[in-house]
């Protein structure tokens, strides 16, 4: 027995398995049967059934040719036995009568004569463009069709079911079909059988279905007439019932629709004619005016509910009248047909104020009250449609079409608007475009450069905020991420590489690309990942060959090098060392460093000014390489080159008037020297797994030390030369960075020769000492050099903030480096600006100071420079920070650079000689200023102020001048002090400075910067070139450190003792807290201008943080005494009245949010401590908030039975808490509440208590006419309450108050007797209580 085919057999297993059942010659399972024929004339039950016979087309037999379009030869059919044919007549005609084929229905057609038609042109409406139907777009009310169909056929469906749902009416004209199936002749009643009859509907004046149309003119309506007769004459020979029977007939055999088509046709010419004659009537314009569709009549009891107008709503009155006839127009939507009405007429407006600037097509300004024909192509349906012109934000919307005509005719017009100076040459004119930004339709976007770059890629590269916000609303926050979010980078790309625009243009372009590229990593990564680029970059404009150039202006920049080019590639390659290392690897950069290196700018072939830049730019590319560590393999193809730039040098600086362009060449040269040998000098760190760049392999630097210690020797004789220069300013001027750039290269020359582990440490200390001799120690004595520093001033932005002020122009949007007055020469950018020169001298200094400890001492002489302590005095000086800008923020990191270099070298010089009261003050207070200031990307100098300057202890100079002598002294003088807790300010003071070591770890622990910023910060600072990130800078928003940094350990106490429910550990809580009191201890005695920017409200605030960190804290005796020694700081006369509780504080949400805590936490855990009580008391002072008294008597009542702080040990005088009277009846009438119940009593709370008593002494008392009569009732009712208390005490303190006083032990002085005045007035008011009269007080 054969086996069934199983699942995942084959083709081949299937032949198989046929050809060994053929083989076999068994029957098979399944028999084929031939049915016979619908007659069955010819079926034949006993023929056997056939076998191996198959239902197979073969196509040998078929003809080549396809047979002709001929009528088909005449039919000859079969009678069956059941319907045999009339012997009379011939079945062919029979046939024939009754084909309906296709050539049967072609041989009979006659052709349509068109000659007599009349050719009607279109008639000019408003109408623009018609409306197209959208596949999109649905009507409503369109009944849901399955499967796939036609739109003509969707239309038809549901023109029938629209008429299937209206029933019918009597006459025939306005008869509605049936349903499809039900056109039969039981659908009709009798009474609509008569309706049928033609006369009762028709009087026979002339054919209506038969019209003639398409015959010739002189025979259609002969021929129309003559039919028409025949019919008329049929029918009147005709009986009535006959003529019922012969219609009821005809409705069966014809197909349903064919009739609802014909009747529907009649109601069409009946509702025209009726049009017709309505028109000629008076008032007959009522269909035209409400725009009602005249396309089935209805009845009075059932009216179409589309054909209605609202009540009381106006008619629209439409140009043009919409008809059934016309496509999509069977509904008629009026709120749509607005457009197509005549143009509103053109307001005209008393003022110009909010109206949008419009412009031709030929950018010219249109005017707000012009009228222009619509011919013009001018309006359009926007906001003001009856204006003329395309306002900015019309024309960047056009611009985002998905039709390349009207994006072209958008940037044409745009074009011609720039063209003619409308909008500024900034970015300024991308605000135009801040709600329709310029940026193709998303299906565009998708379609271009499809093939490019990948999905993933195009993914990746955007960041989630990007994805999520509109470019607009980029644009408003940042110009340059509005932008890159256009897709401007590949139709820049376009530009350069395909249409290859004029050098104005291409220098435009590269000048954008900069500016994108500077904007942040992000943006320079975007800029390189474009595809073709960058590669379109380096082959168009640095190509290796090219054409000569002359001194006349070029045509085309392609095919020749361009320094904006160059500059391009540097600013890339200074976002970070990864897209460096991409550039040089990835594009073949090193041959093009060598082409534009190794050739004098004189032979480049290109104009003179442009060989200078360009090759100035390949050194400062390349120096921008050497500082990540890259490129060094170019040093030995290139050293033949730079040892002899480097010889000519001399030569241009002794030349009578040297070329700017060559001095930036040769400051660019010795840049690159600096960097390859720090190159030389650095080892290769280990790698690190936190560092952002873990993933590239930094390679080991390919130059050793003996190829770079022979440089010193030329550059030495080149910085001589230039400070001989010195006392000329005019000349010294135009040197540029030379100088500085000598000074660089020797401080990393030195710093690069100490650290080579085979060499002897006495060759570079007595090179050291030789330069000292030589250059640097008379350099310190000559004038030219004081004038330097006395100019710091001038130039500091710090000092003058006027110097790097915004300019007018600049938008806070788009990132730049311009200034109010671009850069004068006395400004830190200028050309005059002595910040470079003493940087360098500065930093030179702290090298040799820190390898040969001998020098330190000679070369700190520098710092005694009268300019350079007046700079200092005007940096310590309370001077307003100037706004941070970007430009403001890139010179105050240059100015900080300077501060620090300075004050580290005279920390070290410190530590080797005494340093003089008035210098170490001083220098400690600009070290405590400029920690305050530091910005981000300044780490490194932060993390070295914490650990040398802040806490020196040669910088406190008053530790062993009688400082905490002259503290406690000061105290014991001051009048508000409080009395001895058992040690004296001076004491803690003294013991702080022998903590400062723990003080500096605890300060160091809790003012941590971010790791991976430190560390980039340290590699660029001690020049540790393979750990360097980027050299791009962070955005300052804000200083590293907040203004409140002393308090800094408090607040993270506070802080995690919130989050912990547990609490902290003792020991670490109590050391950290008296550390940081210590401190604040220290600046609030000897430095108070350190806390200058700290107001005393936030001050009391951190004090109070303590208290709230744990339950027993506040019980330790250390923090006891300094919480109360800076407590009685606090409350000092030069400080109270600078205390405002009211005010924001930074860092704290709400004061009394903090109060309340503060208040709860007392009640339940402070068991009547008298610091505590104080710190409570302070904030109740009449002249802060009533809000912080009403938390206390309102809700923390049971809080007085704790403040048992005495009168002599309140920290403020008495009279702030009494003067002036209370005016809030609330809180009076808690006063009086909590008097009378006892809850406040003079024995546990004796301040409040006075304060109470005296405040409710001052309301029942007074006579003021103009208050509220709520209040007068209160007074009263007051008062006669006091006059009948059962406490004698009470009553007689409430009534005879007279003065505060907290040297009494009750706090006030008292009345012998009331005044007469008082005495009136209480006899008067309670003589209505008291029925036989006061007895007398």
Not at 697 to 711: E, K
């Amino acid at each position: 027995m054969l086996s069934r085919p199983k699942p995942g057999e084959s083709e081949m297993d299937l032949l198989r398995f046929q050809s060994q059942f053929l083989a076999a010659g068994a029957a098979p399972a399944v028999q084929l049967v031939k049915k016979g024929s619908r007659s069955g004339g010819d079926a034949n039950p006993d023929r056997p059934p056939l076998q191996d016979h198959r239902d197979v087309v073969m196509l040998d037999n078929l003809p080549d040719l396809p047979p002709a379009l001929v009528p088909a030869p005449p039919k000859r059919a079969r009678p069956s036995p059941g319907h045999p044919l009339p012997e009379h007549e011939d079945p062919e005609e029979r046939l024939n009568r009754h084909d309906k084929h296709i050539t049967a229905v072609l041989t009979k057609i006659i052709e349509r004569d068109t000659s007599s038609v009349a050719v009607n042109l279109p008639v000019p409406c408003g109408v623009a463009f018609p409306p197209v139907f959208h596949r999109s777009q649905g009507r409503q009310g369109k009944p849901a069709t399955s499967g796939k169909r036609s739109i003509f056929a969707q239309e038809i469906a549901a023109r029938r079911a629209s008429e299937a749902k209206v029933p019918p009416v009597g006459e025939v004209a306005s008869t509605l079909h049936p349903p499809e199936g039900a056109a039969t002749c039981e659908a009709l009643t009798p009474r609509e059988q008569g309706s049928q009859l033609p006369w009762n509907s028709y009087s026979f004046q002339g054919p209506h279905l038969v019209t003639g149309k398409g015959l010739k003119s002189q025979e259609a309506e002969q021929e129309a007439q003559t039919i028409h007769e025949e019919n008329i004459a049929r029918l009147q020979a005709m009986a009535p019932e006959e003529i019922l029977q012969e219609q009821q007939r005809l409705l069966a055999q014809l197909d349903p629709s064919l009739v609802a088509f014909l009747r529907s046709h009649s109601r069409t010419c009946e509702q025209a004619e009726e049009k017709a004659t309505g028109e000629q009537r008076p008032g007959g314009r009522s269909a035209e005016v409400t725009g009602e569709e005249p396309i089935m009549p209805t009845s009075a009891s059932e009216p179409r509910q589309e054909d209605k107008l609202e009540p009381g709503a106006p008619a629209l009155a439409l140009p043009v009248t919409p008809q059934k006839e016309w496509l999509h127009m069977d509904t008629v939507e009026l709120e749509k047909l607005h457009w197509t009405r005549d143009l509103p007429p053109l307001r005209r407006q008393q003022t110009q104020e909010r109206m949008q600037a419009r412009f031709s097509l030929q950018g010219e300004l249109l005017a707000p009250s012009v009228d222009l024909p619509t011919h013009l192509g001018l309006h359009h349906h926007g906001e003001e449609a009856e204006r003329a012109g395309y306002s900015l934000q019309e024309l960047f919307h056009l611009t985002r079409s998905q039709v390349s005509q009207q994006r072209a005719l958008a940037l044409h017009v745009l074009a011609q608007v720039i063209g003619r100076e409308l909008l500024d040459s900034t970015f300024s004119w991308y605000h135009g475009a801040l709600v329709f930004p310029l940026m193709p339709s998303q299906e565009d976007k998708e379609d271009e450069d499809e093939d490019e770059e990948p999905p993933a890629e195009k993914a990746k590269r955007k960041s989630p905020e990007e994805g999520n916000r509109p470019p607009s609303d980029l644009a408003r926050h940042d110009v340059i991420k509005g932008l890159l979010a256009t897709n401007l980078l590949p139709r820049l790309r376009y530009l350069l590489e395909v249409t290859c625009p004029g050098p104005s243009a291409v220098l435009d372009i590269l000048a954008v690309l900069i500016r994108l590229a500077r904007h942040s990593l992000e943006s320079a990564t975007r800029v390189l990942e474009c595809p073709r680029l960058i590669e379109t970059v380096i082959q168009e404009f640095l190509p290796t060959s090219w054409s000569p150039m002359g001194v006349k202006p070029t045509l085309s920049l392609h095919r020749v090098p361009c320094a904006p080019a160059m500059k391009l590639l540097r600013v890339l390659a200074s976002a970070g060392r990864n897209i460096a290392a991409r550039l040089l690897s990835g594009f073949d950069l090193r041959s093009r460093l060598c082409r534009f290196i190794a050739e004098a700018p004189q032979d480049l072939a290109l104009p003179p000014e442009e060989a200078e830049t360009l090759s100035t730019e390949a050194f400062r590319l390349w120096a921008v390489a050497a500082s990540y560590g890259q490129g060094g393999d170019l040093y030995r193809e290139l050293y033949p080159v730079l040892i002899g730039a480097l010889q000519a040098v001399p030569k241009e600086l002794s030349s009578p008037s040297p070329q700017p362009l060559a001095l930036q060449r040769a400051a660019s040269l010795l840049t690159v020297l600096t960097q390859l040998t720090l190159a030389a000098g650095s080892t290769t760190p280990e790698p690190r797994s936190d560092s952002a760049e873990a993933s590239v392999s930094s390679t080991p630097s390919s130059i050793t030390w003996t190829q770079v210690s022979g440089l010193q020797p030329l550059v030495e004789p080149c910085l001589r030369q230039t400070l001989k220069l010195l006392p000329t300013p005019e000349t010294w001027s135009a040197l540029g960075p030379v100088p500085t750039a000598c000074l660089l290269f020797l401080d990393a020359y030195y710093q690069a020769w100490s650290q080579q582990p085979g060499l002897c440490p006495g060759d570079w200390l007595q090179d050291m000492e030789r330069l000292s001799e030589e250059l640097l120690l008379p350099l310190l004595s000559q004038p030219a050099l004081g004038r330097l520093w006395d100019s710091l001033g001038c130039c500091s932005p710090l000092c003058n903030p006027q110097s790097c002020a915004p300019a007018p122009e600049a938008l806070p949007s788009l990132v730049s480096l311009g200034c109010a007055g671009g850069h004068p020469p006395l400004s830190l950018a200028g050309s005059a600006s002595p910040f470079p020169f003493l940087t360098a001298l500065l930093s030179l200094f702290n090298t040799l100071g820190w390898i040969h400890k001998g020098l330190c001492g000679q070369l700190a002489a520098v710092l005694a420079a009268p300019g350079l302590q007046n700079y200092f005095l005007q940096c310590v000086a309370p001077v307003a920070a100037p706004h941070l800008t970007p430009f403001s923020a890139w010179a105050l990191r240059h100015e900080y650079h300077l501060q620090h270099l300075a004050l580290t070298l005279a920390q070290r010089a410190a530590t080797l000689q005494p340093v003089s009261a008035t210098s170490a003050a001083l220098y400690h207070g600009m070290a405590l200023a400029l920690l305050s200031r530091l910005l981000p990307g300044s780490e490194h100098l932060a993390h070295e102020l914490l650990l040398s300057c802040v806490f020196q202890l040669e910088f406190l100079p008053e530790r062993a001048s009688g400082g905490p002598e002259a503290a406690d002294f000061s105290d014991r003088l001051s009048l508000g002090s409080g009395g001895d807790l058992g040690c004296g300010r001076g004491t803690l003071l003294a013991q702080a400075c022998q903590d400062l070591p723990s003080i500096r770890s605890c300060y160091l622990t809790h003012c941590s910067l971010a790791r991976a910023s430190l560390l980039a910060s340290q590699a660029l600072h001690r020049g540790e070139l393979q750990r360097v990130p980027a050299l791009l800078l962070p955005v300052a928003k804000e200083p590293l450190l907040p203004t409140d940094w002393p308090f800094l350990p408090l607040i993270q106490l506070y802080h995690r003792a919130s989050d912990s429910p547990s609490g902290l550990p003792p020991a670490d809580t109590v050391g950290t807290a008296m550390r940081a009191l210590q401190w604040v201890l220290v600046l609030e005695s000897w430095r108070p201008q350190a806390l200058r920017a700290v107001p005393p409200a936030a001050r009391l605030a951190r004090l109070m943080c303590v208290f709230l960190v744990d339950s027993e804290l506040f019980r330790e005796t250390p923090i006891q005494r300094l919480v109360a020694a800076l407590l009685a700081r606090l409350c000092q006369p030069e400080v109270l009245p600078n205390l405002n509780l009211d005010c924001p504080l930074p860092g704290l949400t709400s004061f009394p949010d903090l109060y309340a805590n503060f208040l709860e936490h007392f009640e339940a855990v402070s068991f009547g401590d008298h610091l505590f009580g104080a710190l409570v008391l302070l904030p109740l002072q009449r002249r802060f908030s009533v809000t912080l008294r009403l938390a206390l008597f309102g809700e923390h009542v049971g809080a007085l039975r704790a403040l048992g702080l005495p009168l002599t040990q309140l920290p403020v005088s008495l009279e702030s808490y009494t003067a002036p009277p209370e005016d809030n009846l609330a809180l009076l009438q808690l006063y009086f509440r909590a008097l009378v119940t006892g809850a406040l009593q003079s024995h546990w709370c004796p301040v409040l208590y006075a304060v109470a008593v005296a405040h409710v002494n001052s309301f029942i008392f007074c006579q003021d006419p103009k208050s509220l009569d709520e209040v007068k009732a209160a007074r009263r009712s007051m008062l006669q309450k006091t006059w009948l208390l059962a406490d004698e005490g009470l009553r007689q303190h409430l009534l005879h108050y007279k003065l505060p006083n907290s040297a009494l032990p009750e706090g006030f002085e008292l009345y012998p007797q009331l005044p007469p005045l008082r005495q009136q007035y209480l006899q008067k008011l309670i003589s209505g209580v008291l029925q036989n009269g006061v007895s007398e007080t």
